[in-house]
């Protein structure tokens, strides 16, 4: 549903055909250096997002990355699943920083980063747009 989801995909290079969703959902329960989560939604059950860290910067680094549907847009379910893996990162495993890009025309996911904590870092450009790298120092959260 998130891949062929336009809302959601405007960003992240359009929409994908089934065949491509299944192909990087197969690589991505094959990878064994990302956390990839499904988000559902607590009394119902109902599937309402991804959230996966993986390798970024030849695995320096950790990238945070999100898709939610925009059914559970603004309902707040983001960002309590996002901040919750967050803390688990930060009081758990031995990672001083989350990145996360997005483009910089995607200026909610930009306010959502900083909601997050997340602070600007850099503007590059990648997939043929300028893209903004936000980074969360989790020391500053234990």
Known sequence: ELFINPDVRMYLGGTISTYEAV??????IEANDSLYLSVRIKNSGEFAG???ISPYDNYIKKELSYQFLPSVWGMGYA??????VIEYYSNVLDIKYLVSETQT???KS????NKLGFKL???I????AEQSL???NLNEMR
């Open 125 to 128: 450009n990648r997939f043929g």
């Open 79 to 84: 960002y309590e699943a996002i901040y919750s």
């Open 134 to 136: 936000y980074v969360l």
């Open 105 to 107: 025309e995607n200026l």
């Open 50 to 52: 991804i959230i996966d």
């Open 23 to 28: 192909s990087k959902l197969n690589k991505w």
């Open 110 to 113: 930009c306010r959502f980063l």
């Open 121 to 123: 870092s850099d503007i």
